[in-house]
């Protein structure tokens, strides 16, 4: 135990290689079935799933346990502290403060309390971690001239690079003059759900060939068009606050966007945007796990399947669109120019309340395995998703098994 906490102490301080991350299965499980001392968090670098409840009619529980970033994501309150960063600043300076922990070979950036200007990209750097003192008193504000690309972006081929405790939020202002999408929903008008017209800024951007890299303990406000958007593997998104985004209208905007694998997505909770999307044939073997939404989860297009949707509260407000467009907690594709997913991708353990329709509690009976989707466009939504025979509950009661 002594030369594992050793090894994890050199991660901490991201300044050595990523060596100390589990490397096999075996790494990531225990034989014991009692409870620890500790309780820790899906996401933690020494969290534990417990074996004895895996399900060999399930084996796809031996990847979901991979799921988010290898051997998780360091204490904030361990980090070392490399460079600190006064408010008042813009890109250029978080930028080079970063590039300058990189060539030291890792470390943290600390932003002290008080407002930023991000008028250009913020590009994270593998194993360097941008910390802010206070979650809700150190704020990132979008410049609203930038007009495309990423506020911050995990490179292609970053690792082992996160953000943590901070808010970011876009600078943009509606026709009323107030910094807020003027629409709440997506209520189906490119008229009214368009409000930044050609302003395609991500938030928080993984790109492909992106891996092992996190967003923890933030606010993501008002973006522009994606509040986060991850076609990488192997990124952890917990504990983020997202709400609101002015581009909610067709053809891919405003989404909470799932496009490859491994990705876990824990204790967030999100409202206000267009979609909670998981898409792509890459898209496999993602978890949501223990969030509370108001906004539904949608298996939008061509995913893989495998993809695991477990211990979550799904609640659409009564004021969500139920008519066109009309929203149900978990959907399949929306349009004919959409395909089902490849394989199926299994509910289980949620709470679905659709305050919109009447409030329908669909696939929140424990008893049952929920798969799907079925149709493009099911003309019953709410079979959408369904047991099948082979499916049963897992011996385990779970199918992400964490101790």
Same mark, same amino acid.
């Given at each position: 135990m002594k030369k594992y906490f050793l090894f994890l102490s050199l991660f901490i301080l991201l300044a050595g290689t990523n060596s100390c991350f589990a490397s096999s299965e075996d790494e990531l499980v225990s034989e014991k079935s009692g409870t620890s001392e500790q309780k820790y968090r899906a996401g933690d670098p020494d969290v534990e799933f417990d074996k004895s409840k895996f399900d060999a009619d399930y084996p796809q529980i031996r990847e979901w346990i991979k799921a988010g970033v290898r051997g998780g994501i360091p204490f904030v309150d361990k980090l070392e502290i490399k460079e600190t960063l006064e408010p008042g600043v813009?890109?250029?300076?978080?930028?080079?403060? &970063?590039?300058?922990?990189?060539?030291?070979?890792?470390?943290?950036?600390?932003?002290?309390?008080?407002?930023?200007?991000?008028?250009?990209?913020?590009?994270?750097?593998?194993?360097?971690?941008?910390?802010?003192?206070?979650?809700?008193?150190?704020?990132?504000?979008?410049?609203?001239?930038?007009?495309?690309?990423? #506020?911050?972006?995990?490179?292609?081929?970053?690792?082992?690079?996160?953000?943590?405790?901070?808010?970011?939020?876009?600078?943009?202002?509606?026709?009323?003059?107030?910094n807020k999408?003027?629409?709440?929903?997506n209520v189906g008008s490119k008229e009214k759900n368009n409000e930044l017209d050609g302003n395609g800024v991500i938030s928080v951007s993984f790109v492909r060939d992106s891996h092992d890299c996190w967003i923890d303990d933030m606010d993501i406000l008002n973006s522009a068009d994606f509040p986060m958007r991850s076609?990488?593997?192997?990124?952890?998104?917990?504990? &983020?606050?997202?709400?609101?985004?002015?581009?909610?209208?067709?053809?891919?905007?405003?989404?909470?966007?799932?496009?490859? %694998?491994?990705?876990?997505?824990?204790?967030?909770?999100? %409202?206000?945007?267009?979609? &909670?999307?998981?898409?792509?044939?890459?898209?496999?073997?993602?978890?949501?796990?223990?969030?509370?939404?108001?906004?539904?989860?949608?298996?939008?297009?061509?995913?893989?399947?495998?993809?695991?949707?477990?211990?979550?509260?799904?609640?659409?407000?009564?004021?969500?669109?139920?008519?066109?467009?009309?929203?149900? #907690?978990?959907m399949g594709p929306w349009s004919i120019q959409h395909s089902v997913s490849a394989n199926d991708n299994f509910i289980f353990r949620n709470r679905c309340l659709e305050k919109n329709h009447d409030n329908a509690t669909p696939w929140s009976d424990d008893s049952k395995v929920y798969v799907g989707p079925m149709e493009v466009k099911h003309k019953e939504p709410h079979k959408n998703f369904i047991e099948k025979p082979q499916y049963k509950v897992p011996s385990g009661g779970t199918f992400y098994p964490i101790r």
């Open positions: 813009s890109s250029s300076a978080i930028n080079a403060a &970063i590039n300058k922990v990189a060539k030291q070979g890792g470390g943290a950036v600390l932003l002290k309390k008080g407002t930023y200007n991000i008028n250009a990209k913020v590009r994270m750097k593998s194993k360097v971690a941008l910390v802010g003192e206070d979650r809700k008193e150190t704020v990132c504000v979008i410049n609203k001239g930038m007009m495309e690309g990423a #506020a911050f972006e995990f490179g292609a081929n970053q690792a082992y690079s996160g953000i943590y405790r901070l808010t970011i939020k876009g600078g943009w202002v509606n026709r009323n003059g107030e999408p003027l629409y709440d929903w076609y990488g593997a192997h990124h952890t998104m917990r504990n &983020i606050h997202v709400d609101g985004c002015f581009n909610k209208h067709g053809g891919c905007h405003g989404y909470f966007f799932l496009m490859n %694998t491994h990705n876990l997505v824990t204790e967030c909770h999100v %409202t206000h945007i267009r979609h &909670i999307s998981i898409q792509g044939e890459k898209a496999e073997y993602n978890v949501l796990y223990n969030n509370d939404f108001e906004q539904e989860i949608s298996f939008h297009h061509g995913d893989n399947g495998n993809n695991l949707i477990e211990y979550n509260r799904v609640t659409l407000p009564e004021d969500m669109p139920n008519k066109q467009p009309n929203y149900f #907690a978990i």
